[in-house]
């Protein structure tokens, strides 16, 4: 089945415990993008990835990191971990370019920083 | 990053009535998607438009791309309790070396009432 996998559902942290929330497609897709969403902000972009070694920075990427050393993986790390970091998290993947390709999105991680 | 505005942002309507929301922008889009997202699942794509004036219908649900491309609507007929969820636009903004980033709307909360 296609998919975008992401891990943990859910996660409880404190301030300051560095976490990685996993995030894995089987498509052979090029494009993945990592994306938060919170209550009247809609969704905003953190990181993307056109294809593997190619990052680039979405509209809200301070405090977060991320790799594409494989093309079906794509972390989503956060070294520090504040209070204001505490949202849904949607990875997502695409063919190609993928501008008019159907975006999938994995089910989202609910991330709670204390 | 061009912004995408969506209104209105809650909708709660009866069973069995029509409604419409929208997607607007001051800049011209190349193609505009229309994603639903239901309360814990990412979002699904429902539909792509990319000519101007195009219409597409996906059984009850009607969207539109205006002429300017700039702005598109959805339109439900005889809504059903299945329709209820988050309604979302989102537009790509290229960069240089095909390089792209898919921004969204902040969405449409409908809840449709038995």
């Known amino acids: 089945e296609a998919q975008v996998t992401q891990n943990p559902r859910y996660l409880i942290t404190v301030t300051g415990k560095k976490l990685t929330v996993t995030c894995s497609q089987n498509?052979?897709?090029?494009?993945m993008s990592w994306y938060r969403q919170d209550p009247g902000l809609g969704l905003r972009q953190i990181y993307y990835s056109m294809n593997v070694e190619v990052t680039d920075k979405g509209d809200v990427p301070e405090g977060y990191k991320v790799s594409r050393k494989e093309k079906r993986n794509f972390p989503l790390i956060l070294e520090s971990p504040s209070p204001n970091q505490t949202s849904l998290y949607f990875c997502?993947?695409?063919f190609g370019t993928g501008v008019r390709e159907k975006l999938f999105f994995g089910s989202g991680t609910q991330l709670s920083v204390l | 990053t061009q912004l995408l505005e969506q209104s209105p942002q809650f909708l709660s309507i009866q069973e069995g009535e029509n409604l419409t929301v929208y997607c607007n922008s001051s800049?011209?889009?190349?193609?505009l998607q229309w994603y639903r997202q239901e309360p814990g699942e990412g979002p699904v794509l429902l539909v792509t438009?990319?000519?101007?004036?195009e219409v597409k219908k996906l059984k009850r649900l009607t969207f539109q791309f205006g002429d300017a491309r700039k702005d598109s609507s959805l339109h439900i007929t005889a809504a059903q309790p299945g329709d209820t969820g988050l309604y979302l636009c989102a537009g790509p903004h290229f960069y240089g070396a095909g390089s792209y980033q898919l921004t969204f709307g902040k969405g449409t909360k409908l809840s449709v009432i038995p």
């Open positions: 438009v990319v000519t101007g004036g």
């Open positions: 800049s011209v889009f190349s193609s």
């Open positions: 997502a993947s695409t």
């Open positions: 498509m052979n897709h090029e494009y």
